[in-house]
Structures are given as structure tokens and as C-alpha cells.
């Protein structure tokens, strides 16, 4: 048989997983979160540059604000 696409199941799965990380870090109530979700692969590339881009971008406002730059 041939592939028929993601289970809805998986899909639904997926997506409230993402909204219970999204909620977390938006729960302080002060508009600020740095919560970039994203659903990969490790052999999609280009998608895993956009985690490492994101996750160098949390890190680096991180320092600017440790440092008040931002």
C-alpha cells in the first residue's frame, strides 16, 4: 500500500503538544515569549537551520537584555 499522508491523529497530537509549550511561555501575562515552535525532521535541513537560527536568536536577546542593551 502506498503512503496515504500523516494520521490526523499525529496531526491533532502534534498540535496540542505545540499549544501547551505556547501557553507556557506566554503565562507570565507580559506579552513576551520566546517559545519558536517547530515540527522537523533531522534530515529536513532547511528546517533544522530555521531551530538553529531560533534558537541563536533566544540566546542572543537573552545577553542583550542580561547586558540592557535591549
Known sequence: PGYAGEDPKVTRAKFFIRDLFLRIS??????????????????????IRRVFNDCRDIIQRMHLKQYELL
Do not use: R
Open 26 to 47: 506566554t503565562a507570565t501575562g507580559d506579552g513576551k515569549h520566546y517559545c519558536y515552535p517547530h515540527f522537523t525532521c533531522a534530515v529536513d535541513t532547511e528546517n
